[in-house]
């Protein structure tokens, strides 16, 4: 115990005489949170709208207006003919075009269906899609103040996130990314450093236990790691404004299996590298890009192919940023999230065992 | 001149040669990154989990249900008979979505008259909520005009028309951001080492004493990996079309072309990082993280630079995967060509000349 406080207060020591170590604590997360914060929205607003209104009469203009006073639609161009819409579309400069076609007034004024066209642009599939289901839902209004309904009216009630702010589920998410990069890189980073300058020689000549040594080297970092969720946990708060539902000692108590599994990467990546450069490489190439991927961070687990959602398990990031999500918006505690920590755990001790005998035979 | 480059390029081949190890992967990365991450990337709903509460247990009610199950957009995860339960379902999220049949809905039905139906979902996830919502909406509007029968007639109807990509699936926009992101790390992080090695193994010094001048050896030393780079990105590119169906409507000279012009500048980033870095360490860290992160957030590949704040869309100026994601759109998706995106071209040209003239200083200074 007490060899192992003083490999602990060495390591601290050390760590605190690194000049780099007070921006990458306090400046780093919060200047990361706050651009990925900012960047990573799948939001699409105001949709880039062409008008090509051959009618030219009051109920055209009417229906128009529908459009750019909803604000989904931005509207960009005023067409003459419908030929220019190519332009507009194939440019870029318009994701959906509307084509009022000549006798809309008279359609409409007989009682008949006025048919308009929409052409969406797919090749940016995410504003196509929503464009198409703004503009149904603008046509759908029009309906209804002419006194139509469905016969069946379907209610949404949308839960956690009412409004459908994108940046509520991204936050809590790239919050888990920056931890995760930061614990993992600075660990693997750290240990090769002290290969290459050969002071780990020097620590295992001393009596110490490789166990002793490991666990004196990791939880600076466990340290590390937590410092930098309490300086991001005001920017989450209260710059961005994500809702916190949940209980903050949940969100701790979690945090630990999660950070179990980003050191015991670091030190798995260490014992896989020679050099810093190789560490480097190893950490993001192998570890941190599947990880951004496969978590369900942007992309829904849901939506991947069978064999990729089976892969998903193996990965520590996805269940934290379940936990993240969970405690944020869903305001669930551990009688939901207990599947989540003992996977993390789990997973964590998996990867210290390997890692572990990794280390042992680097040492024989 | 000519001959010179020749020489500098022709010595960088045999090295590279016999670091096969490195060659290969500089070609065989992106290929086998794109392969995993192909699959993975997407937008496109499918399995939407759906807890059903059938209070009015009538062949109406079954006949929504139906119709919900066949869109082939939901599966059934839950059968209720009353709506309390939920709440357990989605905070566990084996639901994220369910459809509310209330008791009266069959009578409703029969009798003709204006009934509603409930439908609850997850928004924690905004773009997925909002697809399911549409689906859920359509489905609802064919069912209703199915059950009573009529035929309705709406003052407006759309003929929704998709170019491009009809099926508005997403991983033909994806894809072709994937390969951007894919080939930008790899080719800045190829060159940001080349220049470092020679500089820690001290033959810099020997290439000092040669009466080569800075540009050609800069453009010596980046001939070779173009021509890596672009083998690489045409497997990468032959694999999206295989693949992932990600059709090539434009011209493949033009394809070409933009391809080449990125990389040029990918490259020549990677060798200005390199002129900087005293060691391939820091070369790498920077490399690294100058073409990843940006690549990734502000280059349109996955967020839409349009909803960002303004200050990082100014910032996205910069990015070169920027240009070239959207005219690898325009070429591949829309088959347009340089009259629409000549502009793109001519940001990636301008881009290649301000690193190439910014490598060429600070060779320069250290030759």
Redesign the interface.
Known sequence: MRTLLNILVKELLQLGRDPRILPILFIAPVIQLTILGYAATTDVRRVELAVCDLDRTAASRDLVRRFTDSSYFRLVANLDEQRSIDRWLDSGRARIALTIPAGHAADRAAGRSAEVQLVADGSDAMAGTLGLSYAQGVLEQVAGTNGLRLPVDLRPKVLYNPDLVSRNFMVPAVLAMILMIMTMMLTSMALVRETELGTMEQLLVTPLSPGAIIVGKLVPYALVGTVEILTAMPVVLFWFRVPLRGSLAVLALLTMPFMLCTLGLGLLVSTLSRTQQQAMMISTFVFMLPQIYLSGFVFPIQNMPRAFQVVTYAVPLRYYVEVLRGVFLKGVGLEVLWPQGLAMLGLGLAILTLARIRFRQRIG | MIRRVLAVAVKELLQLRRDWRTTFALVAMPVV?LL??G???????????LAVVDQSRTRASRE?IQAFLQSGYFVRVADLDEPRPLDRL????TAQAALVIPADFGAD?AG?R??????????????????V??Y??QI??S??AA??D?E???????????????????S??LVPGLVAFILMVTSVIATALAVVREKERGTLESLRATPLIAIELLVGKTAPYLLLASAAAAGSLTLAWALFDVPVHGSIVWLGLVTVLFLAGGLGWGMFLSSLAES??VA??LG?LSS?LPTL??SGF???I????RA?QVISHIVPARYFI?AL??IV??G?GPE?WWNDALALVAFGAVVLVLATVRTVRSL
Do not use: C, H
């Not at chain 2, 349009?306 to 704040?309: L, T, V």
């Open positions: 990154l995993i991450y699959f993975a990337l997407s937008f496109d709903v499918r399995d939407i989990r929504v989605f905070d566990r999220g039905v003709r204006q009934t509603t139906l409930q439908f609850v979902l997850d928004g924690s996830d905004s773009q997925t909520a909002s697809t919502l549409g859920a909406r609802v509007g069912a209703a059950l009573y009529v309705l007639k709406p003052p407006v109807v759309a003929r929704p028309l998709v170019w491009y990509n009809p099926d508005l699936s997403s033909l926009f391939q360490q790498f860290q690294l990843m957030l502000l996955i967020f839409p349009s909803s960002m704040p990082l959207s759109r325009e998706l829309k347009v629409v």
